[in-house]
């Protein structure tokens, strides 16, 4: 694996190239950065030549300057294809991936050979994320944006496993998914600038969470990209029976349950994660 920095966007990101073939771009969530994506790039490096940057908060890449939420992550992502030389890619993402890879595929869909999604919100979660039963699964994101958030998480080395750790655990169906590498989560996450960059997000997410909440997202055209949707069976942050409204929101769609694992499918099975990544692209013709 071949680690970069390349500049786009007027910041620097650091991304991981591996393998041959056509390019596909990796998007990671929260609390992740590149290095969640390390087993299905070596199940796919055979095939694929692959791309999986930090976004720019996390791991090595530079830090925004304030909240920085799906549109200007998507526009980093698309002036990193362009500094990569990258005319079009087949993009998979999850979590805050999935997130911007909607208003990236609304503004350049000709840059998109498909879209690849594991759990990941969308409007037509719409009001249900915030109704009473669920209110104890969304505290953190209220948490993340506090100011103080990033000095009581980063107070130690404990208080950031604790915190990061927890998230690792609590979301995956096989909870010893992170065991291996959450040593390495917590350093990247006491780097200077990390939890902040991170919460970044949430910050730059919040009043698009909010109108979703209330009812009150506008409602856009589907997106018409090939799409495939491997949506966990044992989530329990974004449960199965919210996939009900993806074809309100892509109307080329292929959804199906991804049996066995909770919110972090591609760590949890990188094997089975793998095997749908290469079998979608290869549907659409992009081998």
Not at 57 to 69: L, R, T
Not at 89 to 118: C, K, N, S, T, Y
Request: with cysteine; glycine share 10%.
């Amino acid at each position: 694996m071949e680690h970069l920095t390349i500049r786009a966007n007027g910041a620097a990101f650091h991304v991981v190239r591996a393998g041959n073939g056509q390019p596909l771009l990796l998007l990671h969530g929260w609390p992740e950065f590149w290095l969640t994506w390390e087993p299905v790039m070596a199940q796919l490096a055979d095939r694929f030549t692959l791309y999986a940057p930090d976004l720019r908060g996390f791991g090595d890449s530079d830090k925004p300057n304030g909240p920085h939420g799906p549109d200007q992550h998507a526009a980093d992502m698309l002036a990193l294809m362009d500094a990569l030389g990258l005319a079009q890619a087949g993009i998979v993402g999850h979590d805050v991936g999935g997130g911007l890879m909607q208003p990236m595929a609304r503004a350049a869909p000709e840059r998109i050979a498909g879209l690849f999604f594991f759990d990941f919100l969308y409007p037509g979660i719409g009001r249900r994320m915030a109704e009473p039963d669920r209110l104890n699964h969304i505290w953190y994101q209220s948490l993340n944006q506090l100011e103080i958030a990033p000095m009581l998480i980063g107070a130690s080395r404990e208080s950031c496993r604790a915190y990061i750790g927890y998230f690792l655990k609590h979301w995956s169906h096989r909870n010893q998914a992170f065991d291996d590498v959450l040593e390495a989560f917590v350093d990247n996450f006491l780097k200077d600038g990390n939890l902040a960059g991170g919460f970044a997000y949430y910050r730059g997410a919040h009043a698009g969470r909010i109108r979703m909440l209330k009812g009150e997202a506008p409602r856009l055209a589907p997106i018409d990209l090939p799409t495939c949707v491997r949506w966990a069976e044992h989530d329990p942050l974004f449960p199965y029976a919210w996939t009900d409204r993806l074809g309100e929101t892509f109307s080329n769609l292929d959804l199906a349950m991804f049996e066995g694992v909770g919110h972090f499918a591609h760590r949890e099975d990188p094997d089975r994660a793998a095997s749908e990544i290469a079998a979608f692209f290869q549907r659409i013709g992009w081998k």
